[in-house]
Nanobody
Framework: QVQLVESGGGLVQPGGSLRLSCAAS????????IGWFRQAPGNRQHPGVE?????????????YYADSVKGRFTISRDNAKNTVYLQMSSLKPEDTAVYYC?????????????????WGQGTQVTVSS
């Protein structure tokens, strides 16, 4: 069964860091682009609705970031663990959201990402003092 499972969210103070994980099963991640998306609080019962593309890593290793997270977030892949990570630093209250990962096409503009797999459960990130 093809599946992506997000984890690593939590409550963190402004300025803090978190590392999100996107673990794949049933397929090999390195053959696919992977996108991280986030959804504002209140919409979790509707995965995929009104999501914002945060970062994308194409199958060739190219990485892309939304302007709002550029310089603060880093996407990476561990082929041995079949997992993609999103390292988030200098977190701000406006980063509060449910974060999802999907297989994705990274748009040529570097800012538009097209999910190509089903939405999972996501992982909640809350940035608050």
């Amino acid at each position: 069964q093809v599946q992506l499972v997000e984890s690593g969210g939590g409550l963190v103070q402004p300025g803090g860091s978190l590392r999100l994980s996107c673990a794949a099963s049933g397929f090999t991640l390195d053959k696919y682009g992977i996108g991280w998306f986030r959804q504002a609080p209140g919409n979790r019962q509707h995965p995929g609705v009104e999501t914002e593309g945060v970062s994308c890593r194409s199958s060739d290793g190219s990485t892309y970031y939304a302007d709002s997270v550029k310089g603060r977030f880093t996407i990476s892949r561990d082929n041995a663990k079949n997992t993609v990570y999103l390292q988030m630093s200098s977190l701000k209250p406006e980063d509060t959201a449910v974060y999802y990962c999907t297989t994705a096409e990274c748009g040529l503009d570097g800012r538009t990402y097209y999910p190509t797999s089903d939405w999972g459960q996501g992982t909640q990130v809350t940035v608050s003092s």
